[in-house]
């Protein structure tokens, strides 16, 4: 059964400063990983999908990495503003079963 | 484009009472699920459908059952509800089961007194 890890469950840094969002999963047989934004009472919104064949996606100031051998994902914000204030979570989908394994997510605060 | 429409947003229910929580999608996708959300667990799955007539169960399938007679819409029923299915309940979408983003409705608040 895959296990998706999130660590640390909740993060605050002050506006300005790089993100870093780490994600680790136990079984390699994935498709693909995807990054989503959850905003409080909200539901989950698609930031980076990264195919298992890639190492690394961008979008904007977001950039996510992907290591199947190692089994981690890297979400990294650049120059954080306090919109990025929110839980982020990171979902494996498997490529026996095809299901999407979540991770608990991290909260982020951005300090202005 | 509405994307995933979920309702009700919030729900109260008394121990024993039967619901269905309805969504609806309007990107012709062919997958669709339904996953429940508690505080300090990761979203899990309850029950999917990889297009209309064909259903199946996820990894928290008990207390709940669900349809999918038309590719559009895809209500989850709780059939007897018990206070440990007090959640968030999530609808997702995407194309098929592989390889393709999944967008998600905003979520239904479901407290079970």
């Known amino acids: 059964k895959q296990e998706v890890t999130q660590i640390p469950a909740a993060l605050s840094v002050p506006e300005g400063e790089n993100l870093v969002l780490n994600c680790s999963f136990t079984?390699?047989?994935?498709?693909?990983l995807q990054w989503f934004r959850q905003d409080p009472g909200k539901g989950l919104t698609s930031l980076l999908l990264?195919?298992?064949?890639?190492r690394e996606q961008t979008s904007g100031r977001l950039n996510a990495s992907l290591d199947k051998s190692s089994g981690r994902s890297t979400l990294y914000i650049a120059a954080s503003q306090p919109g990025d204030s929110a839980t982020y979570l990171c979902?494996?989908?498997?490529?026996?079963?095809?299901?999407?394994?979540f991770g608990a997510g991290t909260t982020v605060t951005v300090r202005a | 484009n509405a994307g995933v429409t979920q309702t009700p947003k919030f729900q109260v229910l008394k121990t024993g009472q039967s619901m269905t929580l309805q969504c609806a999608q309007d990107?012709?996708?062919?997958?669709m699920s339904w996953y429940r959300q508690d505080p300090g667990m990761g979203l899990r799955l309850i029950h999917y459908?990889?297009?209309?007539?064909?259903?199946d169960q996820g990894e928290v399938p008990n207390g709940y059952n669900v349809s999918r007679s038309t590719t559009e819409d895809f209500p989850l029923r709780l059939l007897s509800a018990a206070p440990s299915q007090t959640s968030v309940y999530f609808c997702?979408?995407?194309?098929?089961?592989?390889?393709?983003?999944?967008?998600f409705g905003q979520g239904t608040r479901l407290t079970v007194v």
């Open positions: 459908s990889v297009g209309a007539g064909i259903t």
């Open positions: 990264i195919q298992s064949s890639q």
């Open positions: 079984d390699s047989a994935i498709y693909n």
């Open positions: 979902a494996a989908l498997s490529s026996n079963d095809y299901k999407l394994s």
């Open positions: 997702a979408s995407s194309w098929n089961r592989r390889n393709t983003e999944a967008f």
């Open positions: 990107m012709n996708h062919e997958y």
